[in-house]
T-cell receptor, first 116, second 111 residues
Framework: NAGVTQTPKFRVLKTGQSMTLLCAQD?????MYWYRQDPGMGLRLIHY???????AKGEVPDGYNVSRLKKQNFLLGLESAAPSQTSVYFC???????????????FGPGTRLTVL | GQNIDQPTEMTATEGAIVQINCTYQ??????LFWYQQHAGEAPTFLSY????GLEEKGRFSSFLSRSKGYSYLLLKELQMKDSASYLC????????????FGDGTTLTVKP
């Protein structure tokens, strides 16, 4: 049981380049989330998904797009990277409200992205 | 919206007890989480409170007062490995499992 995995672990981009971050979970979780974490700050929600084929905006969605074509995968895309998007990106998943009132989130190891 | 406040940093001595506070102002409430995050690693779940009172889990306990918008995480018998950031997160009702995170409290445990 790998839990939540993210690829790549590190990436350096030049301004204007595009890339996709991949998140995969093997726990059959309904909900998935993408966060960014900047130094000394908490997690800010970018986008989330409550099921296959559905996505919704979080607190800081501008400059990012997402897709959830399969239940186990959640992709985060940067169409034209900017230095302000330099951050650590965490993916998370949770069971969903129906199964448990706790709905704690399980996090992947993170992707460290630098945009020059 | 959600507004969550935690102290930025705390220092404590190995073997001691430390209390990390979290206050929140929300338009609704459906539970409060505490997560632990070691430097360079992912957050991991510690505790969940939805009713008032104290939840104990080994060396860690978490308390909630909904009327005061207040929670604390109590760490007993501190160990060096407890040096980490502790994130308070509040879940509003009907928000598809989303939680709003505070900025975290960085705890340093000294020998």
């Amino acid at each position: 049981n790998a839990g939540v995995t993210q690829t790549p672990k590190f990436r350096v981009l030049k301004t204007g380049q595009s890339m996709t971050l991949l998140c995969a979970q093997d726990m059959n979780h309904e909900y998935m989330y993408w966060y960014r974490q900047d130094p000394g700050m908490g997690l800010r929600l970018i986008h989330y998904s409550v099921g296959e084929g559905t996505t919704a905006k979080g607190e800081v969605p501008d400059g990012y797009n997402v897709s959830r074509l399969k239940k186990q995968n959640f992709l985060l895309g940067l169409e034209s990277a900017a230095p302000s998007q330099t951050s650590v990106y965490f993916c998370a998943s949770s069971r969903g409200l129906v199964d448990t009132p706790h709905n704690e989130q399980f996090f992947g190891p993170g992707t460290r992205l630098t945009v020059l | 919206g959600q507004n969550i406040d935690q102290p930025t940093e705390m220092t404590a001595t190995e073997g001691a007890i430390v209390q990390i506070n979290c206050t929140y102002q929300t338009s609704g409430f459906n539970g409060l989480f505490w997560y632990q995050q070691h430097a360079g690693e992912a957050p991991t779940f510690l505790s969940y409170n939805v009713l008032d009172g104290l939840e104990e889990k080994g060396r860690f306990s978490s308390f909630l007062s909904r009327s005061k918008g207040y929670s604390y995480l109590l760490l007993k018998e501190l160990q060096m490995k407890d040096s980490a950031s502790y994130l308070c997160a509040v879940r509003p009702p009907g928000q598809a499992g989303k939680s709003t995170f505070g900025d975290g409290t960085t705890l340093t445990v000294k020998p």
